[in-house]
Each structure stands twice: as structure tokens, then as C-alpha cells.
């Protein structure tokens, strides 16, 4: 089968040293004077990768102010850039392997790179930038990196399995039936992901179905028929972080597929929630900062992503969003649950086991639309 998974090599991050945490390079100074008191910009990012004293800190240093306009999803960030042409927002945070959807819109200007300490980052997700996003020039810098997997309430919930390795077939189960949660187009490609392990779908399947759109409809028509079977045993499909967390904590569930950061971030702050990749492999993504072309606050915004490169503010806000910065030496100024969080989330083979997700074409995305309308309204 040919390997569509190209826009992050696991091997390459592992080597690069993202993930054993490789020694700080020697950061950009800090911002000019020039700056202060210099207006502000807008911010259009996940919801929670930017916390308020980050920004708040930012502030101070710079006079700058940010507008932070929060998304869920890579659909509603395209939206709104689709609406607006390009304007709207100075920065936009962008998933690695959307490049194909965001190329055609020619809604993105590319970066100045001698404005940008990129050496800071770690190399193999640099690269992704002017591999996959090179359009009339770079267009895409990595900002946040995490991974898809399942999270529970340690106390009320534990995996099946003696190793103590779940599975996303458990998040679909009778025995969990009412106390699990998905979002709906990742739930379900890691629903194939299982059928394939359990033999119930060919091994492959759901990679192949990113070659061609003959592909897609088989093995999603398989996957959408499975999932609406099981549907009734869900308690909740999420769409951002803050339902994640509330699901947790306040609306019964005790099992679901999430990102790392919400419960990771819960983990870390006490709570009983733990997060860890399951047997089937952990989904991996890296989240950018790309400026639209319409953006008009541009010294501002470049004074954002040197303040965002620079490990001594990656590193804490790590504390507060859950996820992994691909800032050099960001993960030693996290503080000292970072790394324990960080084992038990990836014990063994895990991060050698990890799904990175592959490029997703426009017919692509819009065949799996056609897939999630119909298992959100059956």
C-alpha cells in the first residue's frame, strides 16, 4: 500500500529529539522597544493553546494586544476564511495536513522567514512548512503538537485489557453503553482503525481510502454502517476542548476519544482523568501559525510568534493547555508533572506506534462529510 502518511514522520520527530526533549537552541532577543504601546492584533487559534497569563505577559512586554478569537475545528477555521477572503485575523492556526484544502483557496500570504527564529523549532516539524506548504513561498510554521487518543475517569473507569492498554473499540462497547464520548469524523476513522485490528475490515483500509475517492466511499460506507449500529451506546459527541472537559467532569462520561491536552491538562491540575494512547495507535497532528492575506497587523503578528518560539513562554503555558510544544527545550520549563503526564501517555511502543494523520484532499473531506452527516443523523 502506498504510504500516504508523509507530512510527519514519527521516526523523524522521535529522532529530532521533539519528544526526548533535546536541549534548547539560544533564543531571539527580546522584542524591541520599537513595539510598545503598539496597537493590537487578532488571533484566530484552537481555543485553548493560548492561555490568558501568556497573553497577558505578551502584553506587558510589547503593549501589544491580542484579540484571541477561539475555533474547534479545521472546517470552521476554513470557513470563516473562506468568508471573509483572507481577512479577519492577523494569525490563524492551521492542522499540518490540511495543506492540500488551504493550497486552491490562495487565502494565505507567505511568511517572511527571516522574521522568524525557526530555528528554535524542532527540525522535523519545520520541515513540514515548506514540504507540504509552499505556496509562492512558506506559508505554515509549527506552533502546538499532540495526539488523539482515549482519556478516563480513573475513578470509575479502567481498560479491559490486563495490560492496561485501552482500545477504541471500548468507546463503542455494550459493557460502556451511555458513558463515552467521540468527536464524529475521528471517532469514527479510529472505529476503522479497530474493525481492522478485531479483522472485521481489511488491514489498511483506512489509509487506503485517502488514495481515492473509490476507496473512501467502501471502507467509509463500512465504518459509517458500524457506527451508526453502535451510535445508541455514545453519551456525547464533542466538538471542542471545553465540551471534552465538561464531559469528563460534569455530564457522566468515564471513557471517550479526545485530544491529549484537555485531559492532560485536567491530569494536571488534580483532577481524577488520565490520558493514554490505545492499542490501535494514537493519531498525531501538528497545529501552525499561517497569516492570511488579508492580514493587516503584520509587525504585530511576527511579534507574537518570536514571544511563542521563545521556550521560557512555551514551556509553562504547556502546564495549562496539556499538549507538547515543538519549541527546543520548551518541555525542561514545564512544570514537574509534564513528563510523568507525558510517560504514562505513551508507555512502551506507543510513541513508536503513533498514526500520523495523512493529507486530506478537498474531495477527500468532502466525501467524509457526506459519511458523518449521516451517522450524526441516523
Known sequence: MKNTRNTLSRRAVLKSGAVAGVAALATPALVSKAFATSGEMTLMDWSDYWPEDMLANFTAETG??????????????????????????????????????????????????????????????????????????????????????????????????????????????????????????????CAGLYMEASGEMDPGSVWAAYESEENMRKTWGMIAD????????????????????????????????????????????????TYQAPAEGAMAWVDGLAMPKGAKNIDQAYELIKFAFDPKNAGPAIDQHGYNSPILGADKLAGEAYAKNFAEAYPGDALANLNAWPAEAPWYADVRTEFVNKFQSA
Not at 124 to 139: E, R, S
Not at 164 to 176: A, K, Q, R
Request: glycine share 12%; aromatic share 8%; proline share 7%.
Open 226 to 273: 458500524w457506527c451508526i449500529a453502535r451510535k445508541a451506546n455514545l453519551k456525547l459527541i464533542w466538538n471542542d476542548a471545553d465540551t471534552q472537559k465538561n464531559g469528563l467532569l460534569n455530564d457522566g462520561v468515564v471513557v471517550g476519544q479526545t485530544w491529549d491536552g484537555p485531559p492532560l491538562a485536567l491530569k494536571t491540575a488534580g483532577e481524577p482523568v
Open 64 to 189: 501589544i494586544k491580542v484579540n484571541y478569537i477561539g475555533i474547534g475545528s479545521n472546517e470552521e477555521l476554513i470557513n470563516k476564511m473562506k468568508a471573509s477572503q483572507g481577512s479577519g485575523a492577523d494569525l490563524i492556526g492551521p492542522t499540518n495536513n490540511r495543506s492540500l484544502q488551504w493550497g486552491p483557496l490562495e487565502l494565505l500570504q507567505p511568511f517572511d522567514m527571516t522574521r522568524i527564529p525557526i530555528d528554535a523549532a524542532n527540525p522535523a516539524m519545520a520541515k513540514i512548512g515548506p514540504d507540504a506548504w509552499d505556496f509562492g513561498g512558506n506559508t505554515w510554521i509549527p506552533h502546538i503538537w499532540g495526539t488523539e487518543g482515549m482519556s478516563w475517569r480513573v475513578d470509575k473507569w479502567s481498560p479491559a485489557d490486563a495490560s492496561g492498554v485501552p482500545s477504541y473499540g471500548e468507546i463503542w462497547s455494550e459493557e460502556n453503553a451511555g458513558k463515552t464520548m467521540i468527536r464524529a469524523h475521528s471517532g469514527m476513522l
